[in-house]
């Protein structure tokens, strides 16, 4: 894994030292703070410049949106990875909106988390495998337009946001259960509608629109 300092926030002492623990295992891997809340989180960033926050949202709850917008605005290069017991689907917008690169269950396995921070630090956004599904619905609620102001269907909503998000043809198939002809065709239908030539100017339209962080 690339070499990457680490601030952890989170009430949970015996969570915090369970991932300080297990994040020694990594060459590189380096926890250079950590805090039991949020208050101190902008004054650990700007002394230790981390290149990833781990935040548990379960402990911080509201706080984060405002914690989140103010590192994204001061020090763009800092990643922060959102832990958290249970899906808050639309709150997970706002969050990914706000900044969030990462948003994992804290039932996933080590693997999981492994995955989520070389993705994030790679420069990529992930999501815990079962929350795509459920954050596909949230976004659809809010409704996407195309470039003649009609909305997009449940499916093109979904494999928008799933492109956009980073996820191959492949794992955007996988993801919803569909054959990867099936994604290509879609994605073929959006870029008509959408006005654009590529997967980067679908991309683009999806930061545009506000559903996946700049």
Do not use: C
């Not at 915090?16 to 902008?42: I, P």
């Not at 080590?110 to 956004?125: C, D, R």
Request: hydrophobic fraction near 45%; glycine fraction near 8%; avoid cysteine.
């Amino acid at each position: 894994m690339k070499a990457s300092s680490l601030l952890l926030i989170g009430e949970h002492t015996l969570l915090r030292a369970f991932l300080r623990a297990w994040l020694g295992r990594f060459d590189g891997m380096r926890v250079v703070a950590e805090a039991d809340d949020v208050k101190h989180t902008m004054q650990l960033v700007r002394r230790h410049k981390p290149s990833l926050v781990l935040m548990d949202f379960d402990t911080i709850q509201g706080a984060s949106l405002e914690v989140l917008t103010r590192i994204r605005a001061e020090h763009p290069g800092v990643k922060v990875i959102i832990y958290f017991a249970y899906s808050h689907d639309q709150f997970t917008i706002k969050l990914i909106r706000a900044g969030a690169a990462g948003y994992v269950v804290k039932s996933a396995g080590s693997e999981e988390m492994e995955n989520a921070i070389k993705t994030v630090i790679g420069g990529g956004v992930y999501l815990s495998p079962g929350f795509l599904r459920s954050l596909g619905t949230a976004v659809l609620r809010e409704g996407l337009p195309d470039k003649e102001g009609k909305t997009l269907s449940p499916r093109q909503a979904e494999i928008l946001k799933l492109v956009a998000l980073g996820l191959t043809t492949k794992a955007v198939a996988y993801e919803l259960k569909i054959s990867a002809k099936t994604v290509d065709v879609h994605k073929q239908v959006l870029m008509k509608r959408l006005g654009v030539q590529s997967t980067t100017g679908l991309v683009r339209y999806a930061i545009r629109s506000g559903v996946v962080p700049a």
